[in-house]
């Protein structure tokens, strides 16, 4: 029998034959999961977690947004980043051109 808690629901099930367990219908629900759904299974000290691919996802942003400094745009500070990086690239582009007409023309080795 399900024993419903707020969030919280436990229940028991029975490993089969071949080490298949059934996932209640509460559980599943509560989940968000579906059958042929992709879920993660942690074990740890005894205990096995089992995460909808949803959930571990916005769990993992959630933690790295503890990481980001209030007002920090990570999309801008890419941006700025690949902007920067075309800059540098344009310029060793150009560098490498004029070292090569220098060199048709004779002026370098």
């Known amino acids: 029998m399900d024993e ?3 969030s919280l629901i436990r229940s028991k099930a029975r490993i089969s034959g071949n ?4 996932i209640p ?3 599943r ?3 968000g999961i579906k059958p042929g759904d992709t879920v993660f299974m942690d074990a740890e000290d005894g205990v096995l977690k089992i995460e909808s691919v949803p ?8 933690e790295i947004a503890k990481s980001i400094p209030p007002g920090v745009s990570l ?3 890419l941006i700025a980043d690949r902007r920067e990086e075309v800059r540098r690239e344009r310029e060793e ?4 051109l004029e070292r090569s007409r220098l060199r048709r023309e004779g002026k370098i080795a």
């Open 4 to 6: 419903v808690n707020k």
């Open 19 to 22: 080490g298949r367990i059934v």
């Open 55 to 62: 959930t571990r996802i916005a769990r993992i942003q959630s």
């Open 75 to 77: 999309a801008d500070e």
């Open 25 to 27: 219908a509460a559980i």
């Open 93 to 96: 582009a150009a560098r490498d």
């Open 29 to 31: 629900a509560q989940l």
